[in-house]
């Protein structure tokens, strides 16, 4: 689970791992919004909110649809989950009071309005920007998950290199916050554990911002993806 640049690092992985995946990846909605529901806060509210209460918030938030809260991480049995926590790093909250909800929206830099209007209804909604998920959320958020599946989890995190040339250049302050706390998350766990990606790339290997990374980059994720795997399950995978 998480955005879709995690497409290539799945074209690395060998056909017999890549056959048993199943995979929930972001995507466009009918109004033309990347539909990011692989926050940490979208599982929260996949489980919290009722049906009908989704159709309602669905219907009337333009950036996102009813496909936001689906997920099958909670209702099957897999033996590994993988989830990119990227979006935890990277977006602001938005609460909107006529809903009672907070909402994950947005990129680097890319700030929703306090008032935005809906393409569905023709009328503006009130929101107001919460900022970044709180340190303490995040973890409430990471625990959520852990106390919902037998599931081994592999959390993905992401770099925190300082480096000017790494746009945002700030970014890698609030990737620090939230690896330190995923750090000390997963030592407390053992059900779950990190594809640690500082250990494997640095800012030499990003593209655009610090979240997206070089093919070859991809390639050296999968290679250690397949080796948590195999330790987890104790099969060798060709």
Request: aromatic content about 12%.
């Amino acid at each position: 689970r998480g955005g879709c640049d995690l497409e290539q690092l799945v074209d690395f992985l060998p056909p017999d791992i890549k056959s048993l995946f199943e995979y929930e990846f972001n995507y466009v909605n009918d109004h033309n919004f990347n539909v990011h529901r692989d926050h940490t806060n979208y599982l929260q509210l996949s489980e919290s909110l009722s049906n009908s209460k989704k159709k309602l918030i669905a219907d009337n938030i333009p950036f996102i649809d009813s496909n936001v809260f689906s997920t099958n991480i909670f209702e099957k049995k897999y033996d590994v989950l993988v989830i990119s926590l990227l979006m935890d790093f990277t977006q602001n909250l938005y609460y909107f009071p006529e809903f009672d909800v907070v909402i994950p929206f947005g990129d680097y830099g890319n700030i929703l309005q306090d008032k935005i209007k809906s393409k569905t209804h023709n009328k503006f909604l009130n929101c107001f920007n919460l900022g970044m998920l709180s340190l303490e959320d995040f973890e409430r958020n990471l625990n959520f998950i852990r106390q919902r599946t037998n599931s081994h989890i592999i959390f993905i995190n992401g770099l925190d290199e300082q480096d000017s040339f790494i746009p945002p250049n700030d970014s890698y302050i609030s990737h620090t916050c939230y690896n330190q706390i995923l750090d000390k998350f997963s030592q407390m766990h053992d059900n779950v554990s990190v594809l640690d990606v500082r250990n494997i790339l640095s800012h030499n290997d990003t593209t655009n911002n610090i979240r997206h990374y070089t093919r070859k980059s991809y390639l050296l994720m999968a290679q250690n993806l397949k080796s948590k795997i195999e330790n987890h399950i104790n099969i060798q995978f060709e």
